[in-house]
């Protein structure tokens, strides 16, 4: 028996190797998507299966580690691995840890399968997620309208297979807001906020494509996840989906280098007005932004409770799992449950590996966002700095989210594969810009003495 698992292991490396890696990309894409938590594996299904693909990309994970955004990701993994010293529990430190190295792994094996072209690794990843999309939020719209039908789906021996413990102790230790009628989560969530991020970031995808080809079944998908999000009733995603499309519409006529002056002022003006006027209207939608305010007072909580924990313990956070402990204490304090995490990516981020983990949360963000804005300016028509900028607004949707929601800056697993392809193309299109640049400067060069002498 003792020999079971390292053949087992020999097996399974051997088959990673001989599997083209366009393959496992689209069943990494495919699983990651799904995040079949009943699989029981210690940082979950998606972390473990891209960091078995390094077997197979060892020269492209080499490289990968040269890319800003992923060399900061490693720095992270790192760091959540070293505050396992400090942790009460220190199993969640080396948990996250695995989870952030399999963000980088997931890069590595997406610069393995693009080829040198991650715009049509992008276009054939969402190709394969197109009729799970489609399910997903077509589920969630259903269970929305019908929540008899909803209530079915969860007593089901599918849902249970598919979601593991969240789904069989939905009613009783682990009761989640998809149980509320006004509140969906589609077929693979028992949250309704994460599903709502996840569906959201697929639209903006989709919507990304369509600036690019103008396919009308890319412009179909992006309404139909979008109206999943929607139909999650998360008051975060109803928000979002008001400025995000149109923010990152307008920002490449903005950052544009060719454009006039007075092109740019107008379009900071419109945006200004744009996110002024969305202030106003979320006083007409009472309905929707039901709860909105309570929200907003325990998100205000959470903040409190942080800046008092802050004190304490500046630098090293309360590490994995002392946000719970002291939390518990706490709650009744402020009227809320002592089971909740704080709903904001810093704050958890700070609290469990403190200050070093904030810093390089920020760092790979603003990398990050530097590098889709210098895409966008050297984008070889408007329409694929639009599709930049799309692309630029899955992340800021991601990033928004997790200030508001218990989601990461780069999402959940399910979102997983859209970050990692983004990084990569970011590097990728980059250095390829580099590389043209160099070789038209030699080029010059070349040309000068030539012309000199003739």
């Not at 040198?116 to 197109?130: E, W």
Request: charged share 10%; proline share 5%; glycine share 6%.
């Amino acid at each position: 028996m003792a020999l079971l698992v390292p053949v087992a292991a020999f097996f399974v490396g051997a088959l990673f190797v001989f599997i083209p890696s366009r393959l496992l990309w689209n069943t990494f894409a495919l699983l990651s998507s799904i995040n079949p938590t009943s699989i029981s594996v210690p940082a979950g299904a998606p972390a473990i299966f891209s960091l078995a693909t390094v077997l197979k990309t060892g020269r492209h994970f080499l490289q990968a580690l040269a890319a800003p955004a992923t060399l900061l990701l490693l720095a992270l993994a790192v760091w959540y691995f070293f505050s396992a010293l400090w942790s009460p529990r220190a199993t969640g430190a080396l948990t996250t840890g695995v989870a952030v190295l399999g963000v980088v792994a997931a890069a590595a094996l997406s610069a393995a399968a693009c080829d040198g072209d991650p715009r049509a690794l992008i276009r054939r990843m969402m190709i394969v997620l197109a009729p799970l999309a489609i399910l997903q939020s077509l589920a969630t719209i259903i269970f929305r309208v019908n929540p008899a039908i909803e209530d079915s789906y969860f007593r089901s021996e599918f849902f249970h297979l598919l979601l593991g413990d969240d789904a069989a102790f939905l009613f009783t230790t682990r009761t989640n807001n998809v149980t509320d009628p006004e509140k969906a989560g589609g077929l693979l969530f028992v949250n309704g906020n994460r599903a709502s991020m996840v569906m959201a970031v697929w639209a903006l995808m989709y919507l990304a494509m369509w600036f690019q080809r103008r396919a009308a079944w890319t412009l179909f998908m992006a309404a139909v996840c979008m109206g999943g999000a929607l139909a999650t009733s998360s008051k975060t995603a109803i928000v979002l989906a008001i400025i995000v499309p149109v923010i990152f519409f307008l920002l490449p006529w903005v950052v544009a280098g060719a454009r006039s002056p007075l092109s740019v002022l107008l379009g900071l003006v419109l945006m200004g007005g744009f996110a002024f006027l969305t202030v106003r209207l979320a006083d007409y939608l009472p309905q929707a932004l039901t709860g909105a305010e309570q929200s907003a007072e325990d998100r205000a909580n959470f903040a409190n409770a942080a800046a008092g924990y802050f004190s304490e313990q500046p630098f090293f956070g309360l590490g994995f799992g002392g946000w719970e402990a002291a939390w518990a204490q706490d709650a009744h304090s402020f009227g809320m449950r002592p089971d909740l995490p704080p709903h904001n990516f810093v704050i958890a981020g700070w609290a469990n590996a403190g200050v070093i983990a904030v810093a390089l949360f920020f760092a790979v963000i603003a990398v990050l966002v530097f590098q889709y804005l210098k895409l966008m300016r050297e984008a070889d028509s408007s329409r694929q700095a639009r599709a930049f900028s799309m692309q630029l607004g899955a992340i800021a949707w991601m990033v928004a989210h997790a200030t508001f929601d218990n989601t990461d800056f780069y999402g959940v697993p399910n979102t997983i594969p859209v970050f990692a392809i983004l990084v990569t193309q970011a590097g990728i299109l980059l250095r390829q810009q580099k590389l043209r640049a160099e070789e038209r400067s030699v080029a010059t060069s070349e040309a000068r003495p030539r012309l000199r002498k003739s």
